[in-house]
């Protein structure tokens, strides 16, 4: 174990560790299980930690076999945003059908005779319903013909880069605050 305020050794933090980490620091918030209090008042700086976890990541990533594994990995997260995506249409789907029945049926009540202001505004809410059902389903389609793309190792890389910039304007930002 480590005293409070030491630095891992580079490596030795796993990298589902770290990218746990590095996303509490981002977020600002560890989560709820990892806010246990301690007697020791000593803090650690997050700058140290930040640099550690980011050493370690790109460690992890400079073995083909980690990459690899990392590449599977996301394989794995777009698969599943895939099929939520793939959910949602069907969702969004299956409510136009009902809201077009419903179109459907007030039309046919208006057509029998019925001609009541309620009527209509319920028809033209309807019809504002679709219209706006039309449009997401229309985006969500859009998506779904996009091929989903793997990115290659050069760039998992360089989104790593990208992250650790990112995180170092961060940094400057808040210390100018």
Do not use: Y
Request: one cysteine or more.
């Amino acid at each position: 174990m480590l005293p409070v305020g030491a630095v891992p050794p580079i490596g030795a933090v796993p990298p589902v560790v770290a990218v746990a980490i590095v996303m509490s620091i981002a977020t600002g918030a560890l989560p709820s299980s990892r806010r246990a209090r301690c007697d020791i008042r000593k803090g650690v700086r997050t700058s140290l930690v930040r640099d550690g976890v980011f050493a370690a990541i790109r460690d992890d990533m400079s073995s083909g076999e980690r990459l690899d594994h990392a590449r599977k990995k996301l394989a794995e997260l777009l698969g599943e945003a895939a099929r939520a995506r793939t959910a949602k249409l069907k969702e969004h789907r299956g409510r136009l059908e009902r809201i077009q029945a419903r179109i459907t049926n007030l039309i046919e009540v208006w057509a029998s005779g019925e001609d009541s202001t309620s009527i209509r505004e319920a028809l033209r809410d309807m019809e504002t319903h679709a219209a706006a059902e039309r449009r997401e389903l229309a985006d969500l389609e859009r998506e779904e013909e996009q091929p989903i793309q793997l990115p290659s190792p050069d760039e998992l890389l360089t989104r790593l880069g990208e992250l650790e910039e990112t995180s170092a304007k961060t940094r400057s930002r808040v210390a100018s605050c």
